[in-house]
């Protein structure tokens, strides 16, 4: 579950390639397709001493047996809500040998990849406050594209069922074979539901965040709802809910997208946890729910 970061320096709508090249140890990435329209180079990007030293706390405050890498379970233990799904994104970030620990040096080389990106050194000290008061991991659009499995798992290719060979199209089949070839096709999945104190929950958000009571969001009603990076976190909102496009989020995108949450196998509690993070200023979180979100 993990927040996608924009980046305050890339130019209007345009929004930066997702690709990057990888070696053993650390992160390359081709220098023309970072931040675009930020303009100049991008020599001069470099981390402030006080992102530094907040850098070598936070991994130091991970690092709990101070060996000099963050294990899973370090991590786990670190990211206080969601602490599976945060661990996961921010490995699949930061993990850049794919060795299931990250080491100091890949640590900082990510920053610094972030600060290449375009990101100034404001905004990732003001991120790095919030990671240490327990707020989600960050997806930060630093032209790495990270894996969307979802959290059981990568999703299985989807093969449509195959109708069955009637008896009048293959003369060989026998009634008995026909009978469990039935038997052994799977009855349909139960859709998944979301509880009633879960939709509880949701009316009283779309109501807090629907301050006109127009029976829909306006992208300034949203920055209004969204404490910290109002902008940012307004524009993850609308690129997964609004569906149609059109600027505003009706009550039905609203509620579908959370029933699209539910059905792509997020547990109510998961849901209602998060719900109540978003209502005491929680960040935006993009769900693994199969959509394809811009950016």
């Given at each position: 579950m993990l927040r996608f970061k924009g980046s305050s320096s890339s130019t209007g709508s345009q929004h930066?390639?997702?690709?990057?090249?990888?070696?053993?140890?650390?992160?390359?990435?081709?220098?023309?397709?970072?931040?675009?329209?930020?303009?100049?180079?991008?020599?001069?990007?470099?981390?402030?001493?006080?992102?530094?030293?907040?850098?070598?706390?936070?991994?130091?405050?991970?690092?709990?047996?101070?060996?000099?890498?963050?294990?899973?379970?370090?991590?786990?233990k670190f990211f206080t809500s969601f602490s599976k799904v945060n661990t996961k994104a921010f490995f699949d970030e930061v993990d850049a040998d794919k060795s299931g620990s990250i080491s100091k040096a890949e640590f900082m080389g990510f920053w610094d990849q972030v600060r290449v990106a375009g990101y100034t050194n404001e905004e990732i000290l003001e991120e790095l406050e919030?990671?240490?008061?327990?707020?989600?991991?960050?997806?930060?659009?630093?032209?790495?594209?990270?894996?969307?499995?979802?959290?059981?798992?990568?999703?299985?290719?989807?093969?449509?069922?195959?109708?069955?060979?009637?008896?009048?199209?293959?003369?060989?089949?026998?009634?008995?074979?026909?009978?469990?070839?039935?038997?052994e096709t799977p009855a349909p999945a139960e859709p998944a539901m979301i509880s009633d104190e879960v939709t509880a929950k949701l009316e009283e958000m779309f109501a807090r965040i629907d301050v006109d009571k127009s029976n829909t969001i306006t992208k300034e009603e949203a920055m209004k709802f969204f404490t910290s990076f109002s902008k940012v976190n307004t524009k993850a909102f609308f690129d997964e809910v609004d569906d149609d496009h059109n600027g505003l989020i009706a009550k039905d995108e609203f509620m579908g997208f959370w029933q699209q949450v539910r059905n792509s196998g997020y547990q109510n509690e998961e849901i209602l946890e998060e719900l109540e993070d978003l209502v005491k200023g929680g960040a935006w979180v993009n769900w693994e729910d199969g959509k394809e979100v811009s950016g």
């Open positions: 930066l390639p997702r690709s990057a090249l990888w070696s053993q140890a650390a992160l390359r990435w081709k220098p023309s397709q970072i931040a675009m329209g930020c303009g100049g180079s991008t020599s001069k990007r470099v981390l402030n001493d006080d992102v530094k030293a907040k850098l070598e706390e936070m991994f130091s405050n991970i690092d709990v047996d101070k060996n000099g890498t963050i294990t899973k379970e370090e991590a786990h919030d990671l240490a008061k327990g707020s989600d991991w960050v997806n930060w659009k630093d032209t790495k594209d990270v894996a969307t499995e979802s959290k059981s798992g990568p999703q299985a290719e989807y093969r449509p069922v195959q109708p069955k060979v009637e008896a009048a199209e293959a003369a060989d089949t026998k009634p008995a074979e026909a009978a469990a070839d039935a038997a």
